[in-house]
């Protein structure tokens, strides 16, 4: 695995990329996710606010859940370094 770079340099422009994340029990998680501007959420319709823009990530097949990835892994990153 690639090491993770810190989550604050990750693209927000809306593309996926792998996020590394610790669920409530303490697991570490790696993740496909999409930051979500709140501009970005009003656009898909439905009521939002400043709470819900973040990083949104499925945490299985029919469930997106806003996650506080602390790394991110950029696609397509050599597996040696």
Same mark, same amino acid.
Request: hydrophobic content about 30%; glycine content about 8%; proline content about 6%.
């Given at each position: 695995? &690639? ?6 340099? &990750? ?71």
């Amino acid at each position: 695995m &690639a090491k993770p770079q810190p989550i604050n340099s &990750a693209p927000l422009d809306g593309r996926k990329v792998m996020v590394v994340w610790t669920d409530r029990d303490g697991q570490e998680n790696e993740s496909l996710a999409q930051y979500r501007s709140l501009d970005r959420l009003k656009r898909a319709g439905g009521d939002w606010d400043e709470s819900d823009a973040g990083w949104w990530a499925y945490v299985d097949s029919d469930t997106q859940k806003r996650i506080q990835p602390h790394g991110w892994i950029p696609v397509g990153a050599d597996e040696d370094e």
